[in-house]
């Protein structure tokens, strides 16, 4: 099986073969670790039980952060989707698990970083949610999971996952265009499909900053996670329908990476600029270095 650099060859290889872009990902891997199928399979399988668990730990948990900034929201929303929420459940328990995956990162507890911690929360919230809610297995679930492996393998390839080096575009925005193409996977769509999606998603997070207050991951990062979660959905049922981006994939990839480059250190992961220094990021700042 030859590798894949883009998502044009991704999509191009799934055509080919008439099989998932899951299955071409994970034959690749298959190939690369000199391991068996379902060895490698078993590995992304244990990658979704810590997903499954970290969301129950997040809805359970009554305790703040550290820096007191995140905690208890998810408990808090949860609580009041069974009552009060205007939104279906699918949109509601993606913002619920996404929540939860990120206040257990932000309380030190276990996550899969997918593609990363300050974005852990965004590729459970939606895949979970839709496979819950339309009764997928867990066995697709976990090829769903390669199919997002995939289109971040491209993305750390030709542009980067890294806050630090591309803002939050390319953490968030990763992360969301992941969790929309692994949502497309579950409902079984083209891999054409799958690539616009990724496309929709991103590009509707370029120029995002990483502004995070005090240098942590956690304002604005762990309600961000609920909003990208939802973004993925819409992205994947745009796609659905048919809904294609004008702008190919691998471009919004590109795009993604030089916009980062464009983007000033000041509104990358450095707390030096927005949401970090406002009066109220301040005062938090402050307030943690007297600690």
């Keep these: 099986m030859a590798s894949f650099s883009t998502i044009s060859e991704l999509v191009s290889m799934a055509e080919e073969n008439r099989s998932s872009i899951s299955e071409i990902v994970l034959s690749c891997e298959v190939q690369k670790m000199q391991k068996s199928r379902q060895e490698i399979i078993e590995v992304m399988n244990q990658r979704l039980i810590v997903m499954k668990k970290s969301i129950e730990k997040g809805k359970k948990n009554y305790n703040y952060s550290v820096s007191k900034m995140v905690g208890m929201n998810s408990a808090k929303f949860d609580s009041f989707m069974r009552r009060n929420s205007i939104l279906g459940k699918?949109?509601?328990?993606?913002?619920?698990?996404a929540l939860s995956v990120s206040e257990v990162n932000a309380c030190m507890g276990?996550?899969?970083?997918?593609p990363t911690a300050g974005s852990c929360?965004?590729?459970?919230?939606?895949v979970l949610?839709?496979?819950e809610e339309m009764n997928v297995p867990d066995e697709k679930v976990v090829l769903s999971l390669f199919?997002?492996?995939?289109?971040?393998?491209?993305?750390?390839?030709n542009a980067t996952?890294?806050?630090?080096?591309?803002?939050c575009q390319a953490e968030c925005g990763s992360a969301s265009a992941m969790a929309a193409a692994a949502v497309l996977e579950l409902m079984e769509a083209s891999p054409k499909q799958i690539g616009h999606a990724v496309a929709l998603a991103l590009k509707n997070y370029l120029g995002l900053v990483c502004d995070p207050v005090a240098g942590l991951v956690e304002v604005p990062c762990v309600k961000r996670n609920a909003f990208a979660a939802v973004h993925a959905l819409v992205a994947a049922e745009l796609a659905l329908a048919g809904i294609?981006?004008?702008?190919?994939p691998d471009e919004v990839?590109?795009?993604?990476?030089?916009?980062?480059?464009?983007?000033?250190?000041?509104?990358?992961e450095t707390s030096e600029a927005g949401l970090a220094k406002t009066p109220t990021g301040k005062e938090i700042e402050a307030k943690m270095n007297n600690w």
């Design 90 to 97: 699918i949109v509601e328990k993606a913002i619920c698990y």
């Design 110 to 114: 276990l996550v899969v970083a997918c």
């Design 121 to 126: 929360g965004i590729l459970p919230g939606a």
């Design 129 to 131: 949610s839709v496979s």
């Design 147 to 157: 199919t997002a492996a995939g289109i971040g393998m491209v993305i750390g390839k």
């Design 161 to 167: 996952l890294s806050g630090a080096v591309g803002g």
């Design 244 to 248: 294609e981006s004008v702008i190919p």
């Design 253 to 268: 990839i590109l795009a993604s990476y030089e916009i980062g480059r464009l983007m000033p250190k000041s509104l990358k």
